[in-house]
């Protein structure tokens, strides 16, 4: 039990990513507090992995309305007792043309992908800095700090401002033992995902072009990120792993 006593927050922990990142902690012996909007789909997912033995507690939290952050890290220590770890993966990618994008619209994206986590580490770094093997996760994408999408300019904007974030707290938090690096998705097949590509024959042409031959899972990510926030990647700080089956690499991208 390499894990037993550590503790981790995992935001967006209801479906797709955060679900499995939730999922995977609480099985790899992390005593787990979760936070979504649904509380719903939270209370069945505590009770899912409650069933398989995992120490898991769902905490409803909307970190966009005021006061929440704050809430949220104050209900994961009472609850947990401490926080080791801090996921961050609530995000939202509504896909929206250029031309089109209200103010509104941006400040959406920018709020929960990207002021959220600013945040909560602020909310959290007194807490992760008791640890002293405290550990901060991002969840980014390759979207914007490595690729680019027409229609989520916004999103794209949010996850190169994520990893700026990353990189500067790396720096600033280390004095205090907490690392902080972040894990870049590419295709990952989750619920949101199979909805984006529900056109015939549109989910095939993707996954052509990743070099391993498939789509990711949520376990891909959650294995990455359970090394991340493990005491033994201590030496590692400021650093993006990117988790996408190598569908960056090619010079020229195709569909077959």
């Known amino acids: ?69 704050a809430d949220l890290i104050n209900a994961t220590v009472k609850t947990l007792g401490s926080l080791d770890v801090l996921v961050h993966n609530a995000g939202i990618y509504p896909e929206q ?3 089109s994008l209200s103010l509104d619209d941006w400040h959406a994206v920018m ?18 800095a008791k640890s002293k093997t405290g550990r901060i996760v991002f969840i980014s994408s390759i979207t914007g700090p490595r690729t680019g999408i027409s229609g989520l300019a916004h999103y794209s904007a949010s996850k190169g401002g994520t ?27 989750t619920e949101s995902l199979a909805e984006l590509y529900a056109e015939p024959g549109l989910m095939d042409s993707v996954t052509r072009i990743i070099p391993v031959g498939r789509m990711g899972s949520p376990d891909d990510i959650a294995a990455t990120v359970e090394f ?4 033994s990647a201590g030496f590692i700080t400021g650093q993006s792993i990117i988790v996408d089956g190598g569908q960056t690499i090619p010079e020229v991208q195709g569909n077959s």
């Open 1 to 69: 039990m390499k894990n037993a006593g550590r503790t981790a927050l995992i935001t967006g922990g209801t479906r797709g990513i955060g679900k499995g990142i939730v999922k995977w902690l609480a099985s790899h012996d992390y005593a787990v507090a979760f936070s979504g909007r649904d509380q719903v789909a939270g209370e069945a997912l505590e009770k899912e992995i409650k069933a398989e033995g995992g120490v898991v507690s769902f905490i409803q939290s909307d970190l966009n309305q005021s006061g929440s952050v």
């Open 97 to 99: 043309d250029f031309a």
């Open 111 to 128: 709020d929960t992908n990207l002021t959220s986590g600013f945040l909560l580490t602020q909310a959290a770094a007194p807490h992760l």
């Open 163 to 189: 990893e700026g974030l990353m990189r500067a707290l790396a720096v600033e938090l280390a004095s205090l033992g907490i690392t902080v690096n972040g894990v870049a998705p590419g295709t990952i097949l």
């Open 228 to 231: 991340l926030a493990s005491t």
